[in-house]
């Protein structure tokens, strides 16, 4: 890829809020070359083409988690204004809407990105399965062990010495 930012380093812009990956707005407008008030106007101009699946504004109890989990806001960002957070479907929406050759070509890269993570949640969950199926089958081993381990015990004790006959009167 020749783009300025690598592939590997979209993963760490993405962020998961409300149950979604997303991305928000500075690092969008990074990505694509314009000023963030650049993107949110243009959004703002083509709000039909953003339903709330699409991008959504981060709430300010959101934005303060995201502070303590050492996620910042830009500090050019002005901070009467909150973020709005792009969804993969947003990202590539916003793309279309900017039609700069650059927002193209990353949102391709960005979209590649979000395939990724979720190719690497979907082999995450199947390992997660699959070792839940692993533990069931050796904690039923186990058991069976146990009741294997107090039948054969008996066996390996030596055998009780026969009755001594008496000597003598």
């Not at 890829?1 to 590997?8: D, E, K, L």
């Amino acid at each position: 890829m020749t783009s300025p930012q690598r592939s590997h380093d979209l993963g760490q812009l993405i962020l998961t809020l409300r149950g979604q990956r997303v991305i928000l707005d500075a690092d969008l407008a990074a990505l694509y070359g314009v000023p963030t008030k650049a993107l949110n106007q243009a959004v703002k101009r083509n709000q039909e083409r953003f339903p709330e699946s699409f991008q959504f504004e981060v709430s300010a109890e959101e934005m303060e988690a995201m502070r303590s989990q050492t996620v910042t806001a830009s500090p050019k960002r002005n901070v009467r204004f909150l973020p709005r957070a792009f969804t993969e479907h947003g990202a590539l929406m916003a793309a279309n809407v900017l039609n700069s050759p650059q927002a193209i070509k990353m949102s391709v890269a960005l979209i590649e990105t979000f395939i990724r993570l979720r190719q690497a949640l979907a082999t995450t969950q199947v390992l997660a399965r699959r070792l839940a199926e692993i533990e069931r089958t050796v904690v039923q081993h186990d058991s069976a062990l146990k009741e294997l381990f107090r039948a054969i015990k008996p066996l390996l004790l030596p055998p009780p010495e026969p009755p001594r006959k008496k000597i003598g009167f």
